[in-house]
């Protein structure tokens, strides 16, 4: 017996003996250094915000937050430590019950036992692979208690808590937080950080936006788990498992500012290149969130009304739906993912459809009735006699959005994905700072950016710089200008002969009248009188490309080229009083520590080296670009915004394929824009008034809430002359009073639009 004892022993300290030894020659110097928790470089997205530090974009393959221990809340620590690791500011790192069942499951074979500490699992996290053996277990007891010795409880659990993948590309609890609930960690209620609390154990499958039942199981564990431990009482937990929690789909910014994000995110590129991904990079804009979310409104809203004002087009696709439930939940689902929800405008299955009702499955799997008022759009597409790829029938895959109204029920409607283009950019007229900016309706759907990228024709809105070209060559807003069409025996009338858009001729219009009833024959009559090389050498000084500009009278109903950002930076130039504005985004760049990159202070205003026309051209533009939203194409804005400082042009281009409204008051410039893609009429009884025009009037009630109006002072140099301002230096005779009076009207024609 003694000698089995002894051989026993004998055996034992062998053993002990070899792996003591193998530890320590093969494990420890195999162990790597801790600098990776030491001295912690998460990896955290590039982020941009407003000047009012709302965030607009995130950029990185990790959604992650970096936040000290002490500014996560007791709740998120409690709910955390009360399922993970209870013990944890007791123990030395190591579990050695839960560590021993762990190893014997191991030299079993089965691999399924855990009971890691979170010092443990910052170790397994941070430094070591998913491999399942005895000498990565070995490692990861070794890295526990060197990462125990070299850090205190508090970092170790900070560590964790911003480290640990939470599902959805999250890491980290705060991430999670904005991921899943849209709220930072000190909005958390009590039932959402146990929900969170308990997604570490299987992240991708049982989150809150993947598997939410999986997930509120889960939680209430925790939820018990928290009144075991003393954190919460028997009443809170009761309340929490009650709580209805809000999964919020997709991630969550602020505010819709997906177009000026992409800008951001190419220029911080360029001069940070991968380091932008990964450093903490925060940019803030010169972006005023309401002004960007009214613009951001007003644009899919405006964009819409056209779209419904032009009829029902039908489903987008068909499919054909299995007898057998769960195959057509399959095929239901699998076309919905094809054709991904926009906004409020959700993509549905119609199971049941007729002339009274309406039956469709969501992608979240909602059922949806429409009836009623909600039928009215598609009526046409409901009929009998509709035509098959028109007709709406089980199967087929269409738009619906919901409705709130007084009775707070939900009323469903058909509506339709838009194919018509919209945008908007407002700047500081004084500084050339954005203040809005939609690219189009929709950056997933489209990511080509129309404000600074959309070459278009500007139509009438490029008249002011005709009449701002003339002044100095003589006129002012009191000449007479002859409003008949082009003589049929003028040369240039052989060739080109503009018509006034409603087809109507006032005969003498001063061209103050004119500009606000966009009189094209006028325009025309104006350029051909002051040259047509005069107004083209005139347009780069508001920042036109010349080149982009025909070398004929067409100009003057703005047959050449420009972009939304080109015309609003030019439209400054009247707003400022005659100073050049370069447009800029970024107002600062910080790093992941806080410390400034590069920061851009706002230009000084007015400087006379930024001039680029007369203080006296500006004022008397001006004035007549008032006359226009007073009494002219304009008007509704006056009406609308209740403000007498409005000054802005219409424009719409030949065969209205391009709307346009550009403008200012105070300090804010806008332009509004809408049109097809692949250029085409957006119809014969619609102008930049009915599709520009309300865009602008939406944003700027936004932006000019609140502010007085802006009043302008009389520049030296000019004089009242017959009740208008003139130029001093033409007073005396040098003026032009009229212009070709002397033409007939020629026999009505048909009209060509071009307000």
Do not use: C
């Amino acid at each position: 017996m003694k000698k089995w004892i002894t051989i026993v022993i004998s055996a034992s300290v062998t053993v002990l003996l070899s792996t003591i030894a193998y530890v320590y020659l093969v494990v420890v110097p195999d162990l790597p250094t801790l600098e990776a928790v030491t001295d912690y470089q998460p990896k955290i997205p590039l982020r941009i915000y407003t000047a009012d530090n709302a965030l607009i974009g995130e950029f990185g393959e990790e959604h992650r937050d970096f936040v000290p221990i002490k500014q996560i809340p007791a709740v998120m620590k409690n709910a955390l430590l009360s399922i993970e690791d209870a013990r944890f500011y007791e123990h030395g790192g190591i579990s050695f019950i839960g560590a021993g069942r762990a190893i014997l499951a191991d030299l079993r074979g089965g691999f399924h036992q855990g009971a890691s500490t979170i010092t443990m699992q910052v170790a397994r996290n941070f430094f070591l692979t998913n491999e399942k053996s005895i000498p990565r277990k070995l490692k990861e007891i070794l890295l526990t208690y060197r990462i125990e010795d070299a850090l205190s409880k508090d970092q170790i659990l900070e560590l964790y808590m911003n480290q640990i993948f939470l599902g959805k590309r999250s890491h980290g609890f705060s991430a999670a937080a904005r991921t899943y609930f849209g709220k930072s960690l000190d909005q958390l209620s009590l039932a959402e950080a146990a929900m969170l609390a308990g997604v570490p154990q299987n992240p991708v499958r049982h989150n809150p936006a993947v598997n939410f039942e999986k997930t509120k199981q889960r939680q209430l564990l925790v939820l018990k788990s928290m009144v075991r431990n003393g954190f919460i009482t028997e009443a809170q937990m009761e309340a929490a498992a009650k709580e209805d929690i809000k999964v919020v789909k997709g991630q969550q910014f602020e505010t819709q500012g997906d177009y000026i994000a992409e800008m951001v995110r190419q220029s911080i590129f360029a001069q940070y290149k991968e380091d932008t991904y990964t450093k903490g990079i925060r940019v803030y804009t010169t972006i005023n969130k309401a002004e960007q979310d009214a613009a951001y409104d007003a644009v899919r809203r405006n964009v819409m009304t056209y779209d419904q004002r032009h009829g029902y087009r039908g489903p987008e696709t068909f499919v054909e739906l299995p007898a057998d439930e769960d195959e057509r939940d399959d095929v239901m689902d699998q076309i919905l993912r094809k054709y991904p929800d926009n906004d409020k405008l959700l993509s549905a299955v119609v199971t049941q459809a007729s002339t009274k009702i309406i039956k469709a499955e969501l992608q979240s799997g909602e059922s949806v009735e429409i009836t009623g008022e909600g039928l009215r759009f598609a009526a046409a597409a409901l009929a009998d006699k509709a035509k098959a790829g028109f007709k709406i029938r089980p199967g087929a895959v269409i738009r619906v959005i919901q409705d709130n109204k007084k009775d707070n029920k939900k009323h469903w409607s058909v509506t339709q994905l838009p194919e018509v283009e919209g945008a908007f950019v407002a700047l500081n007229a004084e500084d050339g700072s954005f203040r809005a900016m939609v690219g189009g309706f929709d950056f997933n759907r489209k990511k080509f950016n129309h404000v600074t990228s959309a070459w278009r024709q500007p139509g009438s809105s490029i008249k002011p710089f005709i009449y701002s070209a003339a002044l100095e060559k003589g006129f002012y807003p009191g000449t007479l200008i002859n409003d008949v069409q082009l003589s049929a025996t003028s040369e240039d009338a052989l060739r080109w002969d503009p018509r006034n858009d409603d087809g109507k001729y006032d005969g003498p219009v001063s061209m103050r009248t004119a500009l606000a009833q966009s009189k094209n024959v006028v325009s025309v009559r104006i350029l051909k009188s002051i040259g047509v090389d005069t107004a083209r050498n005139w347009l780069p000084r508001f920042g036109f490309d010349k080149d982009k500009h025909q070398a004929n009278l067409t100009m003057a109903l703005g047959t050449g080229s420009v972009t939304p950002l080109q015309l609003v930076s030019a439209y400054a130039v009247f707003a400022n009083g005659g100073y050049t504005v370069s447009p800029w985004l970024i107002r600062k760049v910080v790093d992941g520590k806080g410390k400034v990159l590069f920061e851009n202070k706002p230009p000084a205003v007015a400087q006379e080296e930024a001039r680029v026309i007369d203080a006296r051209n500006a004022y008397i533009t001006d004035s007549m670009l008032r006359e226009v939203v007073r009494s002219g194409t304009g008007a509704s804005a006056s009406v609308k915004l209740g403000r007498h400082d409005l000054a802005g042009k219409t424009g719409t281009t030949s065969d209205a394929v391009d709307g346009w409204f550009a403008g200012y008051a105070g300090n804010v410039v806008a332009v509004a824009w809408m049109g097809y893609d692949d250029p085409k009429s957006l119809g014969g009884r619609e102008f930049g008034s009915t599709l520009a025009l309300p865009i602008w009037i939406d944003t700027m009630r936004v932006a000019l809430a609140g502010k007085p109006e802006g009043q302008r002072a009389v520049p030296e140099g000019i004089s009242n002359a017959d009740g208008d301002w003139m130029f001093n230096e033409f007073l005396n005779g040098a003026s032009v009073r009229t212009l070709d009076m002397t033409e007939s009207p020629p026999p009505a024609q048909a009209p060509v639009p071009a307000q």
